[in-house]
C-alpha cells in the first residue's frame, strides 16, 4: 500500500507559476511511475506529467513547455512545478503513483487560475 499527500495548491493570476509537490509513504520502494493528472470541473481525470523511475517523461500537449516535473526516490517525493499559467489549467491536480500492477492516487489538491 502506498499512501499519497500532496501540497502546494491554491489561486494563481494568469502568467504565474505554482509547484506542486507530493510525498508517498508505506511500501515506496518499487515504485516504477510518479506523476500528476488533473480534473477541471465538467471534464474526465487527464495527464498532465508522469515520470518513471529512469527519468522518462511523459507530458500532455496542453502543458508541454510549461511544466516540469522532478522525482527524488530517496525521499519518495515527486514534484510539479508550472509556469505561465492559463485560466484552463484550472483543476484538482492528482498525484499519481504506479507500483505495477497497482495504481495510487491522492485526495487531489485545487489549482485555481484567476485574476
Do not use: F
Not at 502543458?63 to 485560466?87: E, Y
Amino acid at each position: 500500500q502506498v499512501q499519497l499527500v500532496e501540497s502546494g495548491g491554491g489561486l494563481v493570476q494568469p502568467g504565474g507559476s505554482l509547484e506542486l509537490s507530493c510525498k508517498a509513504s508505506g511500501s515506496t520502494a518499487s515504485i516504477y511511475i510518479m506523476g500528476w493528472y488533473r480534473q477541471a470541473p465538467g471534464k474526465s481525470r487527464e495527464l498532465v506529467q508522469t515520470i518513471t523511475r529512469a527519468g522518462m517523461t511523459n507530458t500532455a500537449d496542453s502543458v508541454k513547455g510549461r511544466v516540469t516535473i522532478s522525482r527524488d526516490d530517496a525521499k519518495s517525493t515527486v514534484q510539479l512545478h508550472m509556469h505561465s499559467l492559463r485560466p484552463e489549467d484550472t483543476a484538482v491536480y492528482y498525484c499519481y503513483v504506479e507500483d505495477t500492477p497497482y495504481d495510487y492516487w491522492g485526495q487531489g489538491i485545487q489549482v485555481t487560475v484567476s485574476a
